[in-house]
Nanobody, 122 residues
Framework: QVQVVESGGGLVQAGGSLRLSCVAS????????MGWYRQASGKQRELVAV???????NYVDSVQGRFTISRDNAWNTVYLQMNSLKPEDTAVYYC????????????????WGKGTLVTVSS
């Protein structure tokens, strides 16, 4: 069975920094993309940043230049370094992994973490 678990959320003042971590564990053959999504209260979930197995990255325009996504393939871990945080970054942040479980064949499967709350005060 596969689990995806986030950590690192919390309360921070505007202009501050936080680092989120996410580990995918269990029976995993290989991981394609890993990424971070967020959902603010009353809004739809949106993609924040994604990173491929080869290290290619993509960001939503609103975080470009402030957030950095990185990945440690040896530990099935993805990070999100968030700098210059703004109150509008307040949301529950979800980790996503598109991966091949060890016990299946065919198309990769999407897994989600339960989310970690980031609150940025003004």
């Amino acid at each position: 069975q596969v689990q995806v678990v986030e950590s690192g959320g919390g309360l921070v003042q505007a202009g501050g920094s936080l680092r989120l971590s996410c580990v995918a564990s269990g029976s995993i053959f290989a991981i394609n993309t890993m990424g971070w999504y967020r959902q603010a209260s009353g809004k739809q979930r949106e993609l924040v940043a994604v990173i491929s197995s080869g290290g290619s990255t993509n960001y939503v325009d609103s975080v470009q230049g402030r957030f950095t996504i990185s990945r440690d393939n040896a530990w099935n871990t993805v990070y999100l370094q968030m700098n210059s945080l703004k109150p509008e970054d307040t949301a529950v942040y979800y980790c996503h992994a598109n991966l091949y479980p060890s016990n299946t064949l065919g198309a990769p499967v999407d897994y989600w973490g339960k989310g970690t709350l980031v609150t940025v005060s003004s």
